[in-house]
């Protein structure tokens, strides 16, 4: 446990705190602060990690990312960005006692202000795989892990990227080998129930990454929905409480199965559950991690029975997704940061309908679709251009800040628009927009537009990206 001392109470905690709190009442929470000899380990560790990299050593000394406000600035950053948007590291009983993963936290918080953090975690998570203790499922270590993952598959140059991308299959091997998969006995424990929680949201973030680097990155997937018996991820209130709120929340709360909610989705034998918005996000991937599993076992879409199935699962989700704010106040669903998750989420749910109804091998690998039905282009061209429409009305510049799979299925939309509308028309974006906005699935081909300015617009945002290999991609579009 965090000594009280290292503890210190931001007066922007409770806005950080509630960030993504759209169901329950507002809870707070103290931003964790380091003292300086923890810092001072952090250092020393950070510098071991690349004294034999001369050039490596002298960034790093030089560049301010080892100063004690940039230290302490960097893991704030996380708890309130990442760790906001992918809830995986409990922050009330968070400790200072692993140098793996307060490094790796650290590390995740300072990649958009200092270029050299991205490396500092490669050779970071090189030093993971070197453990014992990460592959008997050390859940720390594990969370390190992951956190390396994301970092280097969203943020890393084109070989760290990669590298993300070909040993994905490693968190998947530690996570089914050690009983992550398990649904763990129930406890009246405060801090064994952090434990159990913590594993859980491992889990499915893990899954999230496996879905993510399969759809946008065409790599093949490692896990399978279909493997998790676990239940879903608690209420953020309930993540949030401290000790002594959280026995009557937990008194209070109900448990959701993640296969009996999946198959409220993929199966008309069952009802919907009810579910949050994060725990809908979790459910949408394990619709398109059902879909992955199809097109593993039907390569080239050769035998189609199964994609009603799943587009009637992503109507059904989409069809509860979009009620889902109607149980909220007027507050909540005007804010910007509820924008920007609705906007995000819906965008992955209209990648999965490009990637079902062209076949297209990634983002990166955009395949020419002749050999689609017209029906098809016309319904992928659909989702593309509703997805560049939502991003335009919905967000502030298509900016949904710490989503990071949103910039890369706008890529693919805009890409999916640019290969399919060649024809001149107004050169004004939000002329174009328009037009495009009223347009219906049927409509959506004829007549062409002009779809240049649309390609300008994005290409100059994804250019100014914190990922390194998007920034790189964008200067090759058109």
């Known amino acids: 446990m965090l000594e009280p001392e290292l503890l210190k109470l931001s007066h922007k905690s409770s806005s950080v705190w509630n960030k993504y709190n759209f169901e329950n009442p507002r809870v707070d929470c103290s931003m964790p602060a380091l003292d300086q000899p923890t810092v001072e380990r952090v250092q020393r560790f950070v510098r071991g990690l690349c004294e034999t990299e001369k050039m490596m050593f002298e960034t790093v000394n030089s560049c301010g990312i080892l100063d004690s406000s940039s230290v302490q600035r960097s893991l704030e950053n996380f708890f309130s960005g990442f760790n906001l948007t992918y809830p995986l590291v409990h922050v009330q009983s968070f400790t200072t006692e692993s140098i793996y993963l307060l490094t790796s936290l650290i590390m995740a918080g300072s990649c958009a202000e200092y270029s050299i953090a991205t490396k500092l975690v490669a050779i970071l998570e090189k030093r993971l795989f070197e453990l014992p203790g990460l592959l008997g499922g050390n859940l720390e270590l594990v969370q390190s892990l992951i956190v390396c993952q994301f970092v280097k598959l969203f943020f890393g140059d084109k070989m760290q990227h990669e590298h993300a991308l070909a040993f994905s299959g490693v968190v998947t091997h530690i996570l089914r080998e050690n009983g992550y998969f398990e649904c763990p006995p129930e406890t009246a424990n405060w801090h064994e129930w952090i434990v159990s929680e913590s594993r859980t949201r491992a889990t499915f973030l893990a899954l999230q990454l496996d879905v993510q680097k399969s759809m946008l990155f065409g790599c093949g997937s490692t896990m399978s929905a279909s493997e998790l018996r676990c239940n879903m991820p608690s209420s953020f209130q309930l993540w949030m409480a401290s000790a002594e709120e959280w026995l009557t929340l937990r008194r209070r709360s109900r448990p959701v199965t993640f296969n009996a909610a999946?198959?409220?989705?993929?199966?008309?034998?069952?009802?919907?559950?009810?579910?949050?918005?994060?725990?809908?996000?979790?459910?949408?991937?394990?619709?398109?991690?059902?879909?992955?599993?199809?097109?593993?076992?039907?390569?080239g879409f050769h035998d189609n029975s199964w994609k009603l199935q799943i587009l009637t699962a992503l109507e059904k989700w989409s069809d509860d997704f979009s009620r889902w704010p109607s149980s909220m106040n007027e507050t909540v669903k005007n804010d910007p940061v509820f924008m920007q998750f609705t906007t995000s989420v819906g965008a992955l749910y209209r990648?999965?309908?490009?990637?079902?109804?062209?076949?297209?091998?990634?983002?990166?690998?955009?395949?020419?679709?002749?050999?689609?039905?017209?029906?098809?282009?016309?319904?992928?061209?659909?989702?593309?251009?509703?997805?560049?429409?939502?991003?335009?009305?919905?967000?502030?510049?298509?900016?949904?800040?710490?989503?990071?799979?949103?910039?890369?299925?706008?890529?693919?939309?805009?890409?999916?628009?640019?290969?399919?509308?060649?024809?001149?028309?107004?050169?004004?974006?939000?002329?174009?927009?328009?037009?495009?906005?009223?347009?219906t699935p049927q409509d959506i081909m004829a007549p062409p537009i002009d779809s240049k300015p649309i390609m300008e617009h994005l290409q100059k945002k994804l250019a100014q990206s914190s990922s390194l290999i998007l920034k790189n991609v964008a200067r090759n579009m058109g």
């Open 262 to 299: 999946l198959q409220g989705y993929l199966s008309s034998k069952y009802t919907l559950l009810l579910t949050d918005g994060h725990q809908k996000q979790i459910l949408l991937h394990g619709i398109l991690s059902v879909f992955l599993d199809h097109q593993k076992s039907s390569p």
């Open 351 to 439: 990648h999965a309908h490009l990637l079902l109804s062209a076949n297209l091998a990634s983002p990166k690998k955009l395949l020419p679709i002749g050999d689609s039905t017209f029906a098809d282009t016309r319904t992928a061209v659909w989702h593309a251009s509703q997805m560049i429409i939502e991003g335009y009305l919905n967000l502030d510049y298509w900016q949904a800040d710490g989503c990071f799979h949103y910039d890369w299925c706008l890529y693919t939309a805009v890409m999916v628009i640019w290969n399919h509308f060649k024809g001149s028309g107004s050169t004004d974006m939000a002329k174009v927009l328009l037009n495009l906005s009223r347009r």
